[in-house]
């Protein structure tokens, strides 16, 4: 993937204040821009530039569903990667092979920063601290 | 569990068994005893001792062999069994006569006494066999049906809760359980914020993981019980007592089997001992006996009709009496009569031999009979206990659905988020102090809406107040 001329983006959705404040406090140590969203009309607005390369999705924020949510990020923007970050054990079968990555919360911070740099090789690692 | 085959019960562990070996002891002497009468020994306990040789010789063919054998397989070919029973007939006759040369007077045949054991095995072996084998297959089968009977009762008073009253029970065990946890992070919590440091947060937030992992495990889990195949294996063979409480009288069919069965154990041996008149004085006497055995069943299938049916082993002894007093009477009142002859031997020797054969083809034919209508009781005892537990399962699953739906987002959202927001304060209480006080509040507030979720949830279900310990 070429490197973006901006600060990588990061979409974190979810319909939980405290996991939205700790995500983004998380990544922003990371020298990443993150944009919030609580439901899936949140969402559209949040990847509607299409200027993101990367969204954490809960599985079940409050809208039309996630093959839904899904559907709006890749029309958005096509090139952006998508995490489903879940309490459940795995995603739907169908939307399985529609994303890039998944993990299970609550989920160590640091996992997370590493799935996000692998999901999103363009940060320097010396970035993630 | 299944009804034994007779390919089953002969090639299984009892064809080549010591205990049935060791029982056949006492059956056996008497006859080598009475035959060797022909033979003159110098006393009779040259016979005594000769049956005991013969014996042991054929155990070392029979349970020896045979046990070498079953290291390689449990199972043994039906062929093999034969050949191993074959064999022993005339290790046996072959021990006779070398027996014979030694304290007798004459010396047996081989050829002769090889034949007449082989007819002997023939009708009287395998039938000990497969009674034995049946018998104790009835024990197990009987355990087993127990144990299906009583787990399908309990599944069929389980069956009985319904999807709601499922859901229900599982909230209040997950309210149960988590209530006073939850109260106990959050008094730790506000008891430690003032001083909490990276290594508290992080405990605290393991401790949170704990009870979000073990309310998905309550969600989550089976509850289904043991499988029966487990059941079956842990089943302890039921008494003997309760392994004849059998209602079916001995069918006439088997009569045939016994006459022939006593005819064969006693007039080969009585014509060389005693000649052809007792022998034909005894095979009118068996014959008549095995007529009884015919006729009499039907007059208690005619009784059990009216409603008074009896045991199997009542049946027997009283078939048993009515074919052994049949013979004695013939005997007696036949010219010569035997009784008071020389030939006297001849008599309790054949009531013996019908006795013996009365009882083990009587066993072997109604414990065979009672197995098979057993057998298929527990199969279908099995499929209707697993289609009660199919169905409970799936109200279980439903259920649990339900649950998951009601508890992911209120309950296990929250939990999760509270644990990453330790493991984040952890990391920021010192260079951010502010910003961890501010996480440490979102915390406390969440474990809040927890606890108050579960309230709402126990109150839907009609669960009533769920008190703090």
């Given amino acids: 993937m070429a490197a973006p001329d901006r600060p990588a983006t990061v979409v974190v959705a979810d319909d939980d204040d405290l996991v939205r404040a700790v995500l983004r406090m998380a990544l922003s140590s990371m020298s990443l821009t993150v944009r919030e969203a609580a439901d899936s009309r949140a969402l559209a607005t949040a990847v509607d530039d299409g200027a993101v390369d990367l969204t954490i999705l809960d599985i079940s924020i409050p809208g039309p569903g996630l093959a839904a949510n899904i559907a709006l990020v890749r029309k958005a923007a096509p090139h952006a990667r998508i995490l489903i970050l879940s309490g459940d054990a795995e995603v739907p079968a169908n939307e399985a092979p529609l994303i890039d990555d998944f993990a299970r919360k609550p989920i160590d911070l640091d996992e997370l920063r590493d799935r996000v740099a692998r999901l999103l090789p363009t940060i320097r690692t010396d970035e993630i601290s | 569990m299944s009804s034994l085959s007779a390919r089953a019960a002969f090639g299984g562990a009892w064809s080549t068994h010591w205990t049935i070996w060791a029982g056949l002891y006492p059956v056996t002497l008497p006859f080598v005893v009475y035959r060797d009468q022909a033979l003159r020994p110098d006393s009779v306990w ?138 106990d992070l959050q008094a730790s919590l506000n008891a430690a914020r003032r001083r909490i440091t990276g290594s508290t947060a992080a405990e605290l ?217 330790l493991n984040f304060h952890a990391e920021i209480v010192t260079s951010d102090p502010a910003r961890a006080e501010a996480m440490l509040d979102a915390v406390l507030e969440h474990l809040q809406g927890v606890t108050g979720e579960l309230h709402r949830l126990g109150a839907e279900a009609g669960l009533g107040d769920v008190h703090h310990p």
């Fill in chain 2, 205 to 421: 937030s393991m401790r949170i993981s704990r009870v979000h992992d073990e309310t998905a495990e309550l969600v989550e889990g089976e509850d289904t019980p043991d499988t029966s195949p487990a059941l079956l294996e842990r089943a302890e063979r039921v008494t003997f007592r309760r392994a004849f409480e059998i209602t079916t009288v001995p069918p006439a069919r088997m009569a045939a089997l016994v006459t022939l069965a006593t005819l064969v154990g006693v007039i080969p041996d009585t014509v060389r001992v005693y000649g052809p008149i007792v022998s034909l004085q005894v095979a009118l006497a068996v014959i008549a006996s095995g007529i009884l055995l015919a006729a009499l069943p039907a007059l208690f299938a005619e009784r059990a009709s009216r409603g008074k049916r009896m045991t199997h082993l009542r049946a027997t002894v009283i078939l048993q009496a009515v074919a052994v007093a049949a013979a004695a009477v013939i005997l007696a009142v036949i010219p010569p009569s035997v009784w008071s002859s020389a030939q006297w031997p001849v008599v309790p020797l054949t009531l013996l031999a019908l006795a013996l054969a009365h009882t083990l083809y009587s066993v072997a034919f109604i414990v065979a009979d009672a197995n098979a209508d057993d057998s298929a009781a527990l199969s279908a005892a099995s499929a209707e206990l697993d289609a009660v537990r199919g169905q409970r399962a799936e109200r279980s699953r439903l259920a649990r659905e339900r649950m998951a739906q009601l508890m992911h987002g209120p309950i296990q959202g929250r939990l999760a988020a509270c644990v990453m927001a």
């Fill in chain 2, 46 to 183: 040259w016979s005594v001792g000769s049956a005991t040789v013969q014996h042991i010789a054929v155990g070392l063919v029979v349970v020896g062999v045979g046990a070498i054998l079953r290291r390689r397989r449990s199972i043994l070919p039906v062929g093999l069994v034969a050949t191993l029973w074959i064999l022993a007939c005339v290790v046996r006759a072959a021990v006779a006569y070398a027996v014979t040369a030694v304290g007798y007077a004459e010396r047996s045949s081989l050829v002769i006494d090889t034949l007449i054991w082989l007819g002997i095995s023939a009708l009287w072996v395998p039938v000990t066999v497969f009674a034995v084998a049946q018998l104790d297959q009835r024990r197990l089968l009987l355990a087993a049906r127990d144990i299906t009977t009583d787990a399908l009762l309990t599944e069929r008073a389980e069956g009985e809760e319904t999807s709601q009253q499922l859901q229900a029970r599982l909230l209040a065990t997950v309210t149960a359980q988590l209530t006073p946890v939850l109260a």
